[in-house]
């Protein structure tokens, strides 16, 4: 990565450390905000570091549903089958 990148999803990450500390889930909103004043290219790069992190762990709470439901001999969750979420 490059410094853009590596500086965005740094902050990323601790903002979602925040977020998760303060129960706050729209903290990321005002840290984009912020940064958008100053550098939308960074706004931007910030802000695909965090959709990819909150994808990242929705994925891994559906894998960790998915898992416990087949070992428990259930049916997957919808998305598995490819239901829209």
């Known amino acids: 990565m490059g410094l853009l990148e590596d500086l965005a999803d740094k902050l990323a990450q601790d903002t979602l450390d ?5 129960g706050n889930d729209r903290l990321y909103m005002d840290v984009a905000k912020a940064l958008g004043t100053s550098s939308p290219t960074m706004q931007e790069t910030f802000l695909t570091s965090i959709r990819i992190r909150l ?11 998915a ?19």
Do not use: C, D, H, Y
């Not at 925040?18 to 303060?22: D, G, Q, V």
């Not at 994808?55 to 549903?65: D, K, S, V, Y």
């Not at 997957?76 to 979420?85: C, I, R, S, T």
């Open 18 to 22: 925040e977020m998760e500390r303060l």
């Open 67 to 85: 898992v416990a439901a087949l070992e428990a001999g259930k049916a997957l969750p919808e998305a598995a089958k490819g239901g829209e979420q």
């Open 55 to 65: 994808a990242e762990a929705r994925g891994r709470i559906f894998l960790q549903t």
